[in-house]
DNA sequence: TAAAAACTGTAATGTACGTTACATTATCCT
DNA sequence: AGGATAATGTAACGTACATTACAGTTTTTA
């Protein structure tokens, strides 16, 4: 029940860090289209190779693997929400760019993977979101409150209060064509439309920022 | 495997009638707290009364009830979404009360716990989220859609596209707030937090109507 | 009220899967 | 090379649950 030696997980060889890693790959694959409850281990282990007994030793259980996958995959995947920002771009151009990042992060398979697990998993795995915040969602609107509160105080724009607006840009990003998508009612859109979509945002989060 | 005569759930006698709505609403709570692959039927049916033979004989299958469950439900739970608009207030007051409508919706555990399988398992049960977006969000968007259109043709408001408008509106909605309350980070938030919430997305919305 | 139909409770069946045990094979160290 | 250790493949065990079968009970109906 209790995973309390987690981290000893003895891959002291060579060859059983690489399985470990292998595991974790098959896991991700097998988990974000299954879920949780309909991923089988022998299914992983069928493509990690290796064998249940080796996945036993080194995760200790189904719920074990999980959370290694979870949050080594979890940083891996919001990775291009947090990379560093070229300074001095305008407003609109730096909106436009962390609009592409949030976007290219959605509409990723696997990111979408692990939303739908974390949305509908997260009740009965408290970990899932939490991992899932905070190496998402947190930072990158902590940056941009930070940034449209920068930009308040130099009288670039119009944003008195900043997390509001970090948060609604967020949101609005989480459109009908991210929801479909992730539900399975239409293909992925090809990259112009997602750009169309990111272009109509970034004007109307423009139209909340314009002064007076 | 295919639900091709579903419909005629032979419920002809009142006494079935009854059962029927029972196992429906057992089915309702036990699904949504549970989500389709752990829910039970032997759960469901100790919550309902009747037996397990009723339910098969009334639904078939666990999916059969699912979707039974599922198609009576979402017109339920969406149905302060869709209720008539009084006319002619002004925009900001409407759009107050529909994002009031919205976050009512969004923050009921029990359309919470269908956002959850909509979200988690409608890549596995193409009709759920297929019939909540008819229930839902589409209905929302489109009168949302035609009332700014409307807006801006009488010169009210400034909103060229207000199919975006609309889209950016009902995503800004599901902010913080709804994410860490659904996901079970937090605990549902109080009326004035909610409200709080509400002002601050409509002033948002309303700078991005500005005329000029 | 008595036969027919509808409904219920319980147990049986089959399956899928997490977990463990064990015998076999490959790898590493001296 | 040869013994110790690590890793594998397979199968067994226990459980949970969807689904079905059936015998008993209630309700309806004539």
Chains 1, 2 share one sequence.
């Not at 979870?70 to 919001?78: D, G, K």
């Not at 001095?88 to 151009?93: A, I, K, S, T």
């Not at 760019?97 to 993977?113: H, S």
Request: proline letters at 7%.
């Amino acid at each position: 029940m209790t995973t309390e030696t987690d981290t000893d997980a003895a891959d002291h060889t060579p060859r059983m860090a690489a399985r470990r890693q292998a595991m974790i790959d098959a896991a991700a694959a097998i988990f974000f289209e299954h879920g949780f409850e309909r991923a089988s281990l022998s299914a992983i282990v069928r493509r990690s190779g290796g064998s249940l007994s080796t996945l036993y030793q080194l995760f200790g259980s189904k719920e074990g693997l999980f959370e290694a996958m979870i949050t080594q995959r979890c940083a891996e995947i919001m990775e291009p929400l947090t990379a560093p920002r070229p300074p001095d771009q305008c407003p609109r151009e730096t909106l436009t760019r962390i609009a592409r990042g949030l976007m290219g992060v959605l509409m990723d398979p696997e990111a979408q993977g692990l939303w739908r697990m974390v949305m509908g998993e997260g009740i009965k795995f408290p970990h899932l979101p939490e991992i899932y915040f905070r190496c998402g969602p947190d930072p990158v609107q902590a940056a941009m409150t930070r940034y449209l509160g920068d930009l308040h105080e130099r009288g670039i724009v119009r944003c008195p209060d900043s997390t509001a607006v970090a948060n609604a840009f967020c949101g609005m990003m989480q459109s009908d064509l991210f929801y479909r998508t992730v539900t399975g009612m239409r293909a992925g859109p090809d990259a112009a439309e997602v750009e169309r979509h990111i272009q109509k945002m970034v004007d109307l989060v423009m139209r909340m920022l314009a002064p007076g």
